[in-house]
């Protein structure tokens, strides 16, 4: 009888296993080769100094070891690698839109036939490395050991001190990658890329909501002040309404840009609300969703006066960006 039972459970469980492994089958996936698909990565200038001179490469492959270093691989090529030999010391920079086609240039002539110590302006930091001034993020590492691989020096580093430029802070003072938002770069088709959008936080996912990556302001794209005054018994509801459509519109629209509501202190029935729209398309896509609707039919009764005003920036080259906690 125990031996019945016995092959009764060996057979149940190699049927499932046999189901498993033809469901596993059968999934659409095609093998590529053995091709190393960690990528996109953050886009990293490495200062370093070779021969009296300050020298920058663009370096795509770096990482993390555990919880206290990071490498960073190298072509044994390289014209930095000797400088980085000799000292045990070099510099991370993070890259920003700002500084891409200056790093793309660093990344595209060697050291050894062109001097790119003048590229960027930069700074000595406190270990003896040179900083990007204009790189949001900057860090100074030892390397503490080099791991050779056939045509590489992967030098393992141990990072001493890192500088980040106050606007890519939160309000306690720590990184902030919502406002760092720095390059990608990717190796099968070496491209750069954008930072994506946030969609939840680590252990809270079930309880934070994300923001939607942003689209760039285009030519069309327009800034409007909304002036409501909403009636006095209505202004609890109304305030909930118009919390609830500005949330989700900046969560889930690509371009709405702003949504940024006041109210004034002597008559907060007075309401004004900043929106910035990437494009004119945004806002007509903004204006027939289903949560504006709701919002507008919903608070129709409850407004007394609505006036939509235009703007114009006084600098275009400013943009005006929103973050959500």
Known sequence: MIIAVILSSVTAIHTYAQKSHNTIDNMEKKCIGNQIALYPKPMTVIGTEVDGKVNWL?????????????????????????????????????????????????????????????VFEYHWGENGTPLIDVSPLSMECDVVDIYETEGFDNFICSVTHTY??????????????????????????????????????????????????KDPMGADGFVRLSKIEVFPQFLEEYMKYATEVGEVSLRTEPGVLTMYAVGEKDNPCKITILETYASKAAYDAHIASEHFQKYKQGTLHMVKSLVLSDQMPLNPANRIENYIQ
């Open 58 to 118: 663009v370096v795509g492959p770096t990482g993390i070891i555990g919880h206290d270093r990071i490498f960073v691989s190298m072509s044994k090529s390289h014209y930095s690698n000797q400088g980085i030999q000799e000292s045990k010391k070099l510099s991370i920079n993070l890259v920003s839109r700002q500084m891409l086609p200056k790093a793309n240039y660093v990344g595209s002539v060697s050291g050894s036939s062109v001097d790119k110590s003048e």
């Open 164 to 213: 980040a430029s106050p606007d890519v802070l939160d309000g306690e003072g720590k990184l902030d990658y919502t406002r760092l938002k720095p390059v990608l770069f990717e190796f099968p088709t070496y491209s750069y890329l954008a930072t994506g959008e946030i969609i939840g936080k680590c252990m809270k996912l079930d309880s934070t909501r994300g923001m939607c990556a």
